[in-house]
């Protein structure tokens, strides 16, 4: 095997590929990052058994400045590969594997020898039968994994929680995320034109695999998803990423949505946000991580208090509040990633009594969808 | 005490005395931040009690909007405090100090209090009867803390090795650091219309100290030194900079530093830099962290190996070699702290032999002054 290859456009790609490779793991082939080359491509393949990642190079790419000299493969250690690439000291570098499978990478006058291993022995990527496809537009699909992935729960004892619910159904796509102390829900139509529109798939995907492939796929306008039993295909001509789908049945979330309230506060999230932030310097003193909301027919007050340290307290410039008088208190990094979410739309905040979830949502929607995008929280009590 | 002052203003003030306050300490008001107004000034003083900072904000320093209403003093939690001011919301705040000596902090629709501890509490900054004063130039005295604080040790076994040594005589400046495996030397003219040039000192500073005050003093142009037997000050009319000294006799470094050489390269400073990066990428694997040089009379190779991951090879590009051929292994790392201190400029390193000590400097030196900047580093023995 030997090829030459701009040193910058392989990076890219190695780095997307490296998302998927461990650094320790107890199959050792598995830190390297595996290469095949033929006469007209180069793949480059990465994973950790749940993930697994395959970036397609081609000749014809003319900013990769791809040359194949030889076809062939390998598995090279993908950390030291990388930074050895990284440190190069010229535009386009040499690899050589020869019948030992040792690796000599030439740039300039720097050259490295590495020890790779037979490509042979790297595991086989799944094969997916996929019977049909759906077409996610790329933007609003990042969107979605960082809208709902702030409430993917970190608990491995309850494994479903930290991934992410997605619902095809009727043209529309509904991701949910809970740790169940609090939710996040995003509902987007799916065009028409591209399939999706007479599918149903119900599957949860792990919640930090969906982070990954969002960074991934950071610019891209379309991807391909691929539904089977127990594994998810997103690609497209250039990229493949696999991910298994977590088992069991997801809980039903949504008997906790209702669009009762007995108070209601509207306000610019933002500003929401900064008075939290302010607030909760005290309240993350000590064990008692809470801020206090108290609503009366005219008057929106903010507290956190700390015995040790002191208070906070603040009048919140709101734009309405309608129903009861309440006083809540509740987490306020919840509060603070939920508000994150709707950056600086005004939302409404609709509360039904100080124990029981209360949800925030955007005022103004572009979408004629019922909770198409919908936040909940859990209170503290306090008494 | 009461007190309005521009909130950016005060935060940079407050984050510069804040370089000496601990996070933790047997002494628990060190912990906070002294502040005392008077009808024309605040002062605002932190201490670990071995360094003290004081920064001094006048009523007449207009961007500052300082206006103190009632003058008065107080010790806040500065970790709090400085949380506290950077999440305000408005540009200008307001702080209250009651009889009680309750903190009030109020800007826009935001009140904080603070539990506050009587100024008189507050330990007694060093009094210091200074009979000479030498002014240093800032931006190279900066550089030569940048320069010598490389090699400083970090093993408290020997606490006047974590010092830079500074010899003022003659009118010259001499700072050395060394962790007995490195040394870094850096001499300078005082300026002779500002003091200094009929002086003896002789003091060892604490390393980390002199980087802290390299930090505060970025963008002054002088800066005033007095010394007594423990202690140094540092200072302008708005900043104070205690620090004590280090006990003891620092090892007398200059019988380290010969003009022999048995065999010298000259090359470009960064170019070896890159070469040494690319090799120490092999050496850092394993615990064998060694570099390897090979010289001859026209060729220059470095090597890096790890038995585990493999090897690196690489022709430097030089301006010459003169004298003996020569094989040596060094710590790259050593290497790298040195060369970095170079930038762009060309260089020689002049070896003895393999088991001694090597020396690097700048081939032009603006300065008519001996080993003005010199490095020396020790090589490993692999044989």
Redesign the interface.
Known sequence: MKLSIHRLAFLKKLADVQRAIPSRTTIPILTGVKLLATNDSLVITGSDSDVSIEMTILVEDEDTQLVVHEPGSIVL?AK?FS??IK???SDVFTLTIDSNK??TITAG???????GIDAAEYPHLPELEVEQVVELPVPIFRQIIQNTSIAISTMESRPLLTGIHILIKDGLLKAVATDSHRLSQRIIPLPASVGGQNVTYDFTIPGKTLVELSRIVEGLESISMSITDNQVLFHTDRLSFYSRLLDGRYPDTDRLITNDSNTTLTMVASELL??I??AS??SH?GNNNIVKLSLKASEAQLTGHSP??????????YQSITGDDLEISFNPDYMKDALRQFGQAEISIHFLSPVRPFTLRPTESTLDIDYNFIQLITPVRTF
């Not at 040790?308 to 410039?317: D, H, W």
């Open positions: 250690p030291f930074e050895i440190k190069l000291p040792k690796a006058n720097a050259s490295f020898t590495l020890i900064s008075a932030e302010r310097l005290m003193v040790e340290i002191g208070t906070v307290k603040e009048e919140l410039v």
